[in-house]
T-cell receptor, first 116, second 114 residues
Framework: AQKVTQAQTEISVVEKEDVTLDCVYETRDTTYYLFWYKQPPSGELVFLIRRNSFDEQNEISGRYSWNFQKSTSSFNFTITASQVVDSAVYFCALSEAFRTGNQFYFGTGTSLTVIP | SQTIHQWPATLVQPVGSPLSLECTVEGTSNPNLYWYRQAAGRGLQLLFYSVGIGQISSEVPQNLSASRPQDRQFILSSKKLLLSDSGFYLC?????????????FGAGTRLSVL
């Protein structure tokens, strides 16, 4: 079973539009961690945010914001006033506290294209 | 600060040839280390992880092997490459503590097997 689902395979938006990337996860653990990574065309995965399961506070960092809702097992990512530099593949990931070696479950990624 | 180095950046190899990709981490000790493969379909597949020298766990049975000869060195190898081994290989590290379990990635190696 898929632990992390990113149903949106590809999204295209026009510059300055807002866009939300969806992430739904599945776990039976009470302690877990959620992550978002950005993969620009160069290929390297860049860490964006980490949340633990006990902190449902939404977070804002500049144009980026994250909405964590345990009730719906979702950890969605919103980019406000999108820019061309936001074009990338975005991955959501889950880590369960008691899984050996701190392994991550990654979603299949959402490819975002921002059109100028 | 911690850095992760991965090389080579690009590699073209014939089918049946051996492979050795190297990854090193600086600025930390006893990290967890990981090898991922990303095929053209974009998903990340965990191949191997290591929680210490000589300790390798394999997630997927395949044509590849991994070794950790030193604390901050992680090597991905193959004796005979297959066409299906083509892809983008990423090395990552994290601290061992679950409280600080962010994985940091290298720049990746694009492998083409022809």
């Amino acid at each position: 079973a898929q632990k992390v689902t990113q149903a949106q395979t590809e999204i295209s938006v026009v510059e300055k539009e807002d866009v939300t990337l969806d992430c739904v996860y599945e776990t039976r653990d009470t302690t877990y961690y959620l992550f978002w990574y950005k993969q620009p065309p160069s290929g390297e995965l860049v860490f964006l945010i980490r949340r633990n399961s006990f902190d449902e506070q939404n977070e804002i960092s500049g144009r980026y914001s994250w909405n964590f809702q345990k009730s719906t097992s979702s950890f969605n990512f919103t980019i406000t006033a999108s820019q061309v530099v936001d074009s990338a593949v975005y991955f959501c990931a889950l880590s369960e506290a008691f899984r050996t070696g701190n392994q991550f479950y990654f979603g299949t990624g959402t490819s975002l294209t921002v059109i100028p | 600060s911690q850095t992760i180095h991965q090389w080579p950046a690009t590699l073209v190899q014939p089918v049946g040839s051996p492979l050795s990709l190297e990854c090193t981490v600086e600025g930390t000790s006893n990290p967890n280390l990981y090898w991922y493969r990303q095929a053209a379909g974009r998903g990340l597949q965990l191949l191997f992880y290591s929680v210490g020298i000589g300790q390798i766990s394999s997630e997927v049975p395949q044509n590849l092997s991994a070794s950790r000869p030193q604390d901050r060195q992680f090597i991905l190898s193959s004796k005979k490459l297959l066409l299906s081994d083509s892809g983008f290989y990423l090395c990552a590290w994290s601290v061992a503590s679950i409280a600080k379990n962010i994985q940091y990635f290298g720049a990746g190696t694009r492998l083409s097997v022809l």
